[in-house]
Nanobody, 119 residues
């Protein structure tokens, strides 16, 4: 059973960088065919895919967030990390990490973590 767990600060000040980590257990982030994504849901809105890191280590980002987003990984720790720079209150959301098979089928999700951007 694969499990994902998000961690990071729940409150970030405007203009700072939001940093979240997803710790994966029960499966390796280097396993073939899988992509490890960050997805968020602002209050009252739908899910927004932010980006992903592949089993190979390559990354892909949403065009609308690409200039502010970086996803990296720590393979010995089986973790991957999201950094979102220059945050504004519009970045307030529940942030999820998730696994996707070939970027098509999302089969495992973390429980989500609330991040609020406020001074």
């Amino acid at each position: 059973q694969v499990q994902l767990q998000e961690s990071g600060p729940g409150l970030v000040k405007p203009s700072q960088t939001l940093s979240l980590t997803c710790t994966v257990s029960g499966g390796s982030i280097t396993s073939n065919y899988y992509y490890w994504s960050w997805i968020r849901q602002p209050p009252g809105k739908g899910l927004e895919w932010m980006g992903a890191i592949a089993h190979s280590g390559s990354t892909v980002y949403s065009p609308s967030l690409k200039s502010r987003t970086s996803i990296s990984r720590d393979t010995p720790k089986n973790q991957f990390t999201l950094q979102l720079s220059s945050v504004t209150p519009e970045d307030t959301a529940v942030y999820y990490c998730a696994r996707a098979y070939e970027m098509v089928e999302y089969d495992y999700w973390g429980q989500g973590t609330q991040v609020t951007v406020s001074s």
